[in-house]
C-alpha cells in the first residue's frame, strides 16, 4: 500500500496538516481518516471541489460509552479510484451539534436531518431543519442513542401534526395525496400546490414505514440480522442482502468463494431485470399502453418462477448468507436459467419493439418529468435516475464487487432527464445484464460456495457498496460483542433520490404525476427504514 | 394495432388454472416447514438459527415446551437445514391462510434430558381456541353478509401499513395475465369508500396507525379484513418496537391471515377467496398430530 495509492489522502493531508490524521484501514479501498476540527465544511469544499470527489452519504454513530462523543462519518469517492474516503468528524467537546453542509451540498440536506432525529444532533447551519425521519407530533426522543431502549413504548402522539408550507396567490390550490394512495404501492405523503393543471411545487412527507430497522441491526444476532436486511426494501431484497453480507466479509476478513461471487452477480442482475422489466411495462401502463405491461408483467412473472427455482423464493429471499451462498446450482438448475434468459432476451426484444412503435407513448413520455443534469448534480442524485441525467455512476464499475470486476459491460448515460430516458437507461441495462448473465452461467459454477465465517472480533469497521437496481445501496457496521453489531447503517438510493421527483414534476400537469413518480419507482421503505 | 394484436396471439392465453387445479410449484419453492415431532430430539438448533423466533422454547423442570408460530415463520428454511434428523422438512404447502391466528400455532410438550435434548413426545397442542370463535363468528358474519349482498364479486383496499414492499410486489402480480384475480370478479379499487375488503400489509407502524384506522373507518360495512404477510400477521422480523406496534390485529379485528415472506399469488388468492367463503380452510397434518 503506498501513499500514491491514495491521492485524495496525499491531498488532504498536503492542504490541512496534522488538522488530518490517517486511521488504520481494514481493506485498503476503504481508508478512515479523522478530523481534528469538528468543522468540517472547509474539508468537504476542498473534496468536492476541488478533488473532483463525491459526497456519498453522512452519518452518525453514538460513541458516547466507548469514547465519550459522538461522531460523524463523511464517505468520498472520485471516479477512477476504487477506494471509498471515510472522514470522521467528532461532535464538539460537550456539544450535540455538528456543521451542517446542505447549503453548500444539497445532496445530505435529508441525511442531516435524519441525524438530527435519531441522534438529537444539531445540524449547525441547515436551511431547512425542520424534523424529517421522525414525525414532527413525536416525543423529543432520539432512538439512535444508546441509551434508548428500543422496545420503549412510546406514549400516543399529541404533538402538532407537520405543516405545510401554504401556496397561496389566486387560482393556486393546493392538493393533498396519501399517504394511502389509490394504487398498491407503499405510503407517503404529497401536497401539491398547483395553478390550474401545472404543478407549482411539491412537498413531500415520507417515514411512514419507519419501522426501527438501523436499531434494530443492533439487537439481532448478525445471522438472524441477514434476513431483516433482505427486508429493507422487498423488490432489492438481494441486493440489500449481498450488501449486507459483504459488510460482514470485509469485518470478518474472509475471501468469498469465486463460484459465490459469480453466483451473487446472476442473481443481482436478475434482480435487476426483473425490476426494470415490470418498469418499462409500469411506465408504459400510465400513459394508457395497457396491453405493453400485460406482456412486461407476464415476462416478469416468467423470471420471478426462475428465481423460485434458482433460490426457492420468488424474491430471490433466503439465499445469500455471509461467506457466500446458502446453495450451489446443479446442472438442471443452470440449464433453465440458461433457456429461460434466452427466451426472455427474444420477448423482451419484441416487447420494446411494441413499446417503441407507440407514438403516443413516446409523445407522453418525452420531455415529461425533465430532471435536468445539473439540478442531479446538486442533489446528489444516483443509479437510474441519475444516469438519464448525465450521472455517470455505477458501483459495478466504479467499486467493483462480487465478480463484476471479470464482465465488460456498458453504462448507459443520457442527458435528457426526461421519463423516455429513464425508460431507456432500464432497457439499456436489461441488455447489459442478460450479456453479464449469460457470460456469467457459463462459468463452471462448482466446488467451494460458502466460505465458513469465525467470529468476528468488536470494533471491526466495513463499509459495502452494491448497485441495486434503483442505484448505489451502502451498509457500513461497527461490529459489536458476540456476534451482534453495535451499529448498521443502511442507505438505499432512494434516500438520495426523492427530491428529483420534487424537481422533476415542477412545471407538468398533476396527471402525469403517476408516471413520473412511476419512472423513478423509489422505495418508500428503504427511505424510511 | 395489427402488431398488437399479433404479439397478443402469439403470447396465448397465459391464465393459470388455480385454484381450479392444483397450482404447479417448483419443488425447490420453501413453503411450511413440517414437523416430526416423534423424531425431533433437538428443537434449540431450530430455535437458535430461526431468524424472527417463529420457533421458541420454554416450560420448567423437566418439561420443555417447543412453539412453532407459521405466522412469524418467513419460510427461510435454516430449521430444516439445522435438524440432520430430517425431523423437519421443508414442503411445497402454501395455502396456510386461516381465519384464527391461533390456528397458525403449535405447541409441543417434551420431557427435557439433562444435556438439553429432549425425550419423550408429552403433547402436541393445535392452537384451535374456543375463546376465539367469538371472532371468527363475526368474520363468518360479515362473509355471509357480503356473500348475500354482492353475489361472489368483491372489491378490495390494499393498505401498507408499514410493510418492505415484498407484499405489495406479490399483491400486484394478482393483476398480472397470469392470476388474473378479475376473473374472480375481485377487484382492487381506488377508494375505501368503495371497498369491501381492507387487505393489509404491515407490520403497522406508529406512522401509520392512524391512516389505516381512518381507512378502516371509510369502509361502509360488511368489511372484512385481511392481514397479510408475516409482518402483517405478528409484525414478522420487525416485531413490537418503538416505531412498529406489531401485526395487523393489535389495530383492527383480523378476519383473515395469510401467512408467507411474502405470500406467493396462489396463496394471497387462496386467503382472499376463503376470506369471502369461495374456498374451504385447508388445515394441515402433522405427525404424530
Redesign the interface.
Known sequence: MTEAMFPLVEALQRKFGCQVQSMHAGREDEIYLVARDPDVRAIAEYLTDECDARLVTVFAEDRRSAEGVFFNYYVFERRGDTQYLMVRVPAPEGGLEFTSLSAKLPAVNWQEREIQDWFGLKAIGHPNPRKVAL?DNWPD?H?LCKD?P?????PP?EGERHLYRPALGEGVFQVPVG??H??????GHFSFAVAGEPILYLQLRM???????E??FEK?PI??A???AE?????S?FSHGAAFCQAIERAARIEVPLTALVMRTILLELERICNHVGDIGAIANDVGFV?AN??A??L??TL??LN????????L??MVCPGGV?RIWNDG?LDLLRGTIDAFAVEFR?LI??VH?SESTQDRLERTGILRPEKAKDLGIVGVAGRASGIDLDVRRDHPYAAYRTYSFRVPVYQAGDVWHRMQVRIDEVNESLGIIRTAADHSLRGEFRAPVPAIPPDRCALSAVEGWRGEIIHWIRTGPDNHLERCKIKDPSLNNWPAVVEAVQGNIIADFPVINKSFNL???GTDR | MF??LQ??IG?GI?TTAYPGAPAQ??N???GRPSFDFEKWKDARTGAE????GAISLGGNGDVRTVTVDYGLC?????CA?ASPDQAVRITQDFELATAERMNLVLTVEYTLNADGTHRQLRAVNRGFRNAGEDVENVGRKAREKIHKLLGRSLSIR????????????????L????YDIERFGIH?V???RHADMLLVTG?V????EL?LLK?YRAMPEPKVVVAVGA?GISG???G?????LGGVDKVLPVDVYIPG??P?PQALLHGILLAVGRLPERPYHEHAG
Do not use: W
Open positions: 414525525h426522543v432512538p434508548f428500543i422496545d420503549t413504548v412510546l402522539f399517504p394511502v389509490a394504487g398498491i404501492i407503499e405510503p417515514f411512514y414505514t419507519h419501522k426501527g430497522t436499531k434494530l439481532l445471522h438472524r441477514v434476513f431483516l427486508s429493507i426494501s422487498g423488490d431484497s396491453v400485460a406482456h408483467s407476464r416478469k412473472e420471478f418462477e423460485e427455482r434458482l433460490t426457492g423464493n420468488r424474491l429471499r433466503g446458502r438448475q419484441d419493439a411494441l412503435s422505495s418508500y421503505s | 402488431k398488437i404479439k397478443s403470447a397465459v410449484i417448483s425447490h419453492f420453501r438459527v430461526c431468524p424472527t418467513v419460510f427461510c428454511g435454516l437445514e390494499e393498505v401498507d401499513a408499514g410493510s418492505c414492499n415484498g407484499c405489495e410486489v406479490e399483491i400486484v402480480a393483476n398480472n395475465p397470469i382492487f381506488a377508494s375505501p407490520p407502524t406508529r406512522n401509520m391512516a381507512t409482518c414478522g422480523i420487525f413490537e418496537n418503538y416505531a412498529s415472506c411474502p406467493r
